[in-house]
């Protein structure tokens, strides 16, 4: 079945950029998502890309994906202490429509 | 616009007493709704889905259940809770693309 992996945890400093990395393995998944959950609220969508694509931007965020690898990422430029949460990678089941979920990484900002 | 409500926000409930948690959307009419539960340090697991009023599907076997009486009320339930049933309980519903829109979770606790 499809599976979903992301890195647990990432520390890194106020004003440096961060990049969260994950894999999955359903090689006909249409779109790939990248939620933020703040703690103790729901998960907010932060962007999404189309299969067909190798890159997104959106202001500060850059999402890259490699097919090849099944391998996507997000990088957050000139990171700030409000960007500290839980940040999960999401494919979409191609038969369902339904979303599979990473496990979430921890971003941590240090100022 | 579209809005999802969920409450209560945090409920700690007693081993074997039941659980009733709602989740309603506005804005919308028969939109897909999900039910995700996220343990403590782990992941977003998919528990239900409803793709109509009385439709539910099961992702994982358990010990709760889930109705949708009407087209934008979803209820998740259980007769009598377990201790490992302790976890944020987010619902979500899905109407287009961006998908899964998410509430802000209720987070059970049970002792």
């Known amino acids: 079945g499809e599976d979903v992996e992301q890195s647990l945890f990432l520390s890194v400093r106020e004003g440096d950029s961060s990049v969260i990395n994950c894999t999955y393995t359903?090689?006909?998944?249409?779109?790939l998502y990248w939620y933020k959950q703040e703690p103790g609220a729901g998960l907010q969508l932060l962007t999404y890309?189309?299969?067909?694509?190798d890159m997104k931007q959106d202001q500060r965020l850059t999402v890259l994906l490699n097919k090849k690898d099944k391998h996507l990422s997000l990088r957050i430029a000139d990171t700030q202490t409000g960007d500290s949460a839980i940040y999960f990678c999401?494919?979409?089941?191609?038969?369902?429509?339904?979303?599979?979920f990473g496990q979430g990484t921890t971003l941590q900002v240090k100022p | 616009s579209q809005t999802i409500h969920q409450w209560p926000a945090t409920l700690v409930q007693p081993v074997g007493s039941p659980l009733s948690l709602e989740c309603t959307v506005e804005?919308?009419?028969?939109?897909?709704l999900y039910w995700y539960r996220q343990a403590a340090g782990r992941g977003l697991q998919l528990l239900f889905y409803?793709?109509?009023?009385?439709?539910i599907s099961s992702e994982v076997p358990q010990n709760l259940s889930a109705s949708r009486p009407q087209d934008r009320q979803f209820i998740l339930s259980s007769k009598k809770l377990l201790l490992s049933d302790s976890g944020f309980y987010l619902c979500?519903?899905?109407?287009?693309?961006?998908?899964?829109?998410f509430g802000n979770g209720t987070r059970l606790t049970v002792t």
């Open positions: 359903d090689s006909s998944s249409t779109y």
């Open positions: 999401a494919e979409r089941d191609y038969n369902t429509g339904k979303l599979i």
């Open positions: 890309i189309f299969s067909n694509m």
């Open positions: 979500a519903w899905k109407g287009g693309d961006p998908p899964l829109h």
């Open positions: 409803s793709v109509g009023i009385g439709q």
């Open positions: 804005g919308t009419s028969n939109p897909n």
